[in-house]
């Protein structure tokens, strides 16, 4: 995994100084250099409040590892690994990735006209073991993540009453949401530069 | 301690995408103005914006806030060649309505009606869905951010040769994968965190 100072997304699409790609992010240079300052801001935060390390990467890799993309999940699984995490909390998050792979975007619409485009899938609920690894607050956790990540125009207030049961205050789950949101941002800048660069 | 579920007061829900303006209603206490602190405050980068419910519910996690507002900006403001502004918001608005953010497909939808002058396409991507014919430029961009959004994401060399043959150069292909993958950053957001709603009477 590159340092938490070098460039993230360069890095996984490996982009090099002077290269085509190079020069194109050169170009907006702001939305380089602020896309690094949200991923240090979410996983290098100078006041994490309640949301730790381990939980940031856990979450991380889990959401990763949903999108399909095994060289992004790793560098996340890494820095779960750096973070202290234990053996079995690493092995909960691939056993969690590997029980709730789906193909996205899916759900319901407000009933109406659009209902005619509803496509209805289950939402995820950790298995009774993977739930046991990853106790109650990092297993509400990470069921919200797979909505936001595979349907979330499934969200309701009651997801976020199971975020606050599990002990995840309002403020914790503003940093959350971000976690999950700013990487289904990440993984498809990689995505589409790879493709681009002729290297996906 | 303010950690509950906020009840969503009696408004009325929108049911298709529209280019109408909509209110957005917060499911969690955004910070109250007098109890914002100067960093909460210069996270809102625009101080009109202490004005937003969502975005005062987002400065409880400031830096992320505002390093994601300056983001934002530069892949849609920032002015240097590329793709066009309104081109960069048909991306946001075909991610939108793809994902099913009704609230972000309106504002977008209006933006890119405003910079295209294409109302009735814009209407069309709205109303009829990701599939709609809107000629093969703006096709090419929607199916890019189509593919784009989808989870794992199905894009590859394909949208970006079909995005070349349109007639887009790389910093504008770069634009559209920016502002598209910015749009599943912001529909996951506003779709998650509360509610789109008719605006309130005058």
């Not at chain 1, 789906?102 to 485009?117: I, K, N, V």
């Not at chain 2, 303010?2 to 829900?13: F, M």
């Not at chain 2, 957005?24 to 625009?46: I, N």
Request: glycine share 6%; proline share 6%; charged share 20%.
């Amino acid at each position: 995994m590159p340092g938490l100072d070098a460039d993230v997304i360069d890095a996984l699409v490996g982009i090099t100084p002077g290269s085509p790609l190079d020069a194109i992010r050169a170009r907006r240079p702001q939305a380089r250099a602020q896309a690094q300052a949200t991923y240090q801001a979410l996983f290098a935060p100078t006041e994490p409040g309640n949301v730790s390390a381990q939980e940031r990467f856990a979450v991380g890799a889990f959401v990763c590892g949903l999108h399909g993309d095994t060289a992004i999940a790793a560098s996340y699984a890494d820095g779960l690994a750096k973070s202290g995490a234990s053996a079995a909390l690493k092995e909960a998050v691939e056993a969690a990735t590997a029980e709730a792979r789906a193909h996205g975007p899916y759900g319901r619409y407000p009933a109406g006209p659009l209902s005619r485009e509803d496509d209805v899938r289950p939402s995820y609920r950790a298995g009774a073991a993977v739930h046991g690894m990853l106790g109650p607050r990092l297993a509400a956790a990470f069921e919200h993540a797979h909505m936001l990540v595979f349907h979330p125009r499934d969200a309701t207030q009651a997801a976020l009453q199971a975020l606050l049961d599990a002990g995840w205050s309002t403020t914790d789950i503003v940093t959350l949401s971000q976690i999950v949101a700013f990487l289904s941002f990440q993984v498809r800048a990689v995505a589409g530069l790879r493709a681009l660069a002729g290297r996906p | 301690m303010s950690d509950t579920v906020l009840k969503s007061p009696e408004r009325t829900a929108p049911t298709v995408f529209t280019r109408a303006q909509l209110d957005w209603l917060p499911w969690l206490e955004p910070l109250a103005v007098e109890a914002m602190t100067e960093r909460h405050l210069a996270s809102l980068v625009d101080a009109a914006r202490v004005k937003s419910p969502y975005f005062r519910l987002l400065a409880r996690d400031p830096d992320a806030l505002e390093a994601r507002t300056h983001t934002d900006k530069d892949i849609f403001y920032n002015p240097d060649a590329g793709l066009p502004r309104a081109e960069r918001e048909l991306a946001a608005t075909a991610t939108s309505r793809f994902n099913g953010c009704l609230y972000c497909a309106s504002v977008h939808a209006r933006h890119a009606a405003t910079y295209s002058r294409r109302e009735t396409d814009v209407d069309r991507l709205l109303d009829a869905g990701v599939s709609a014919d809107l000629g093969e430029r703006w096709n090419a961009i929607v199916a890019a951010s189509v593919a784009l959004a989808a989870t794992p994401s199905a894009f590859g060399p394909e949208h970006v040769e079909r995005l070349r043959r349109a007639g887009l150069d790389d910093l504008a292909i770069s634009d559209v994968i920016h502002a598209a993958a910015f749009f599943n950053w912001a529909n996951r957001l506003m779709l998650s965190l509360g509610q789109p709603a008719a605006t309130a009477g005058p």
